[in-house]
């Protein structure tokens, strides 16, 4: 059972209702094109991870048939209460675990260049949560080793490690002040806005997923202060709408400053160095000017209105053909969600374009829809499934409405530049 997918309706139900006291209180946590964001590279995150999500199950499974120190069988989960104190030590210890995996991903370069995709936001709502990385297979498994080691099951650890997940969720939010006593002991609302904070008092704390307490016992602990309000976003800024360029912007950096190293020791190592080391000779030739909280703007481009409405309705879509690709994922696999992927991956591409006012954007969006489209869908007849009659004249009456929408916002911003000039 994939408790994930099951709670993904529970996820947006919550994000709408969220949304709703947040435009009828006028407090403005929402901006579309941040959310619109966000959502994109969580979208981007789950369907790449069609692809992905193998690799480490298939490493675990391995060290757990080989090297499992205790065997403790699947049956010993039972509902008696060793099988819940099983249960409940396999959580703890996930927690644990991912305690020092989420530290080692604010504190090592090549970890943060995966991990950075989820603070990038320089807003913090329910959307923020679902704002994830689609590099993270690369290195994240390592740190859950030890409890495969222990002997416990793939199965009990894949089930904790989503309840840990879907826990993170409710306390993207600024809508919970503080708890009291539950803020000494679980990862809180509060706990976690000071996480996702750039202010220095609160930069790089508060690392656990359910408890806190990691972070009293290991130093990591900061408290949200009322005479500190947390300003939200990373210190070098995406500055983007595109969820590629989100995933790939760290790592675009340690690349070039690996690159202009002169000792391969330094090529090598600024990957695995502190995050934000930088090597001596690089730092001289391509200094990088530091972070002026006092000075920070939220990135948010000047977009026409019908632009913004045609970007929401397209990513309604978008959202739909998510949804539509999971369930073919489930009954069919990965080679039947691959082309459906590619045109989901590029209608994500040119909706962050429109989203930053790229003058370039329309053309890509019109080549999306009468070349991409067409020849991916008639590629599906060879990695199936090809579309029925009645879903051809589906895909037709939404290019056909797609492209009237791009005329009539074509039409608008140049009635718009024309009056301005």
């Known amino acids: ?9 529970f996820f947006l139900l919550a994000l709408l209702v969220e949304l709703a006291i947040d435009r009828w209180r006028g407090s403005g946590l929402y901006r579309a094109s941040d959310a619109i964001n966000s959502l994109s590279a969580g979208v981007l ?7 992905t999500k193998l690799i480490p199950l298939i490493v675990w499974g391995f060290v757990l048939e080989r090297f499992a120190i205790f065997d403790l069988p699947l049956s010993a989960f039972d509902a008696s209460l060793k099988g819940i104190a099983l249960w409940i030590a396999a959580a703890v210890g996930w927690d644990f675990c991912y305690y020092w995996f989420h530290r080692a991903s604010h504190e090592m370069s090549v970890l943060w260049a995966a991990h950075a995709v989820h603070h990038q936001s320089e807003d913090y709502n329910l959307s923020t949560a679902l704002r994830q990385t689609s590099t993270g297979f690369l290195f994240g498994w390592i740190f859950y080793l030890p409890l495969f080691v222990l002997g416990f099951p793939l199965e009990v650890l894949v089930t904790v490690n989503a309840i840990n997940l879907i826990y993170q969720f409710w306390v993207h939010t600024q809508l919970v002040g503080r708890m009291g006593a539950l803020d000494r002991i679980f990862v809180t609302p509060s706990n976690h806005r000071v996480h996702h904070a750039q202010n220095e008092r609160y930069i790089d704390k508060n690392y656990g997923g359910i408890f806190i307490l990691w972070d009293r016992m290991f130093g990591t602990f900061e408290d949200e202060r009322e005479d500190e309000p947390v300003i939200f976003g990373v210190r070098k800024p995406l500055a983007s709408w595109n969820p590629f360029w989100a995933n790939l912007q760290v790592y675009d950096y340690l690349l070039h400053d690996a690159r ?11 990957w695995f160095r502190r995050t934000g080391w930088r090597p001596a000779d690089v730092e001289a030739a391509c200094p990088r000017a530091r972070a002026d909280l006092a000075a920070f703007r939220k990135y948010d481009p000047d977009v026409p209105g019908p632009v913004r409405r045609y970007v929401l309705a397209q990513f309604s879509v978008a959202a739909l053909a998510t949804l539509g690709i999971g369930v073919l994922f489930a009954t069919r696999g990965a080679l039947a969600v691959l082309l459906p992927c590619l045109m989901l991956w590029v209608l994500l591409l040119t909706l962050g374009m429109l989203n930053e006012g790229r003058e370039f954007a329309l053309r890509l969006e019109i080549l999306r829809l009468v070349a991409i489209n067409p020849l991916a869908i008639a590629a599906m007849h060879v990695t199936g499934p090809a579309l029925t009659p009645t879903a051809w004249a589906i895909v037709l009456l939404y290019t056909a409405l797609s492209l009237a929408g791009i005329s009539i916002t074509k039409i608008y911003n140049k009635q718009l530049v024309e009056s301005t000039s």
């Open 1 to 9: 059972m994939d408790l994930i997918a099951l709670a993904v309706p």
């Open 45 to 51: 995150s789950t369907t790449f991870g069609y692809f």
């Open 260 to 270: 202009k190293a002169r000792r391969w020791r330094d090529r090598l190592g600024i």
